[in-house]
């Protein structure tokens, strides 16, 4: 069996509790050696790449750079590039400017 973790083997209602425990606890870790060490220890190698490639597509994408370059530069699906891209769109000004720095 498997280490991952289906979403839809979750309820609508523990899927919502579990991300609303991680984002309080990330608000209160804010920035610094606390955050930095929370995930270089609770994420996995993977899940580390996976978050770590979203965030450069999505500075990719503030900087302008279109979706075959951003495909080929990290061998990544339309799929994620517009989920990114549409996370991109919500984004509060602080995070914008977070990732154009």
Same mark, same amino acid.
């Given at each position: 069996m498997s280490g991952k973790v $289906?979403? @839809? +083997?979750? $309820?609508?209602?523990? /899927? $919502?509790? /579990? =991300? *609303?425990e991680l984002q309080r606890l990330l608000m209160r870790m804010g920035k610094g050696e606390d955050l930095a060490f929370f995930v270089h220890h609770m994420l996995t190698k993977s899940e580390s790449i996976m978050l770590? &490639?979203?965030?450069?597509? +999505?500075?990719?994408?503030? +900087?302008? @750079?279109?979706t075959s370059q951003i495909r080929s530069e990290?061998? #990544?699906?339309?799929a994620t590039i517009s989920s #990114? =891209? $549409?996370? #991109? *769109? &919500?984004?509060p000004a602080s995070v914008r400017k977070l990732l154009e720095s």
């Open positions: $289906s979403h @839809r +083997a979750i $309820s609508t209602k523990m /899927l $919502s509790d /579990l =991300e *609303q770590g &490639r979203r965030i450069r597509i +999505a500075k990719r994408l503030l +900087a302008g @750079r279109n990290f061998n #990544v699906g339309l #990114v =891209e $549409s996370w #991109v *769109q &919500r984004l």
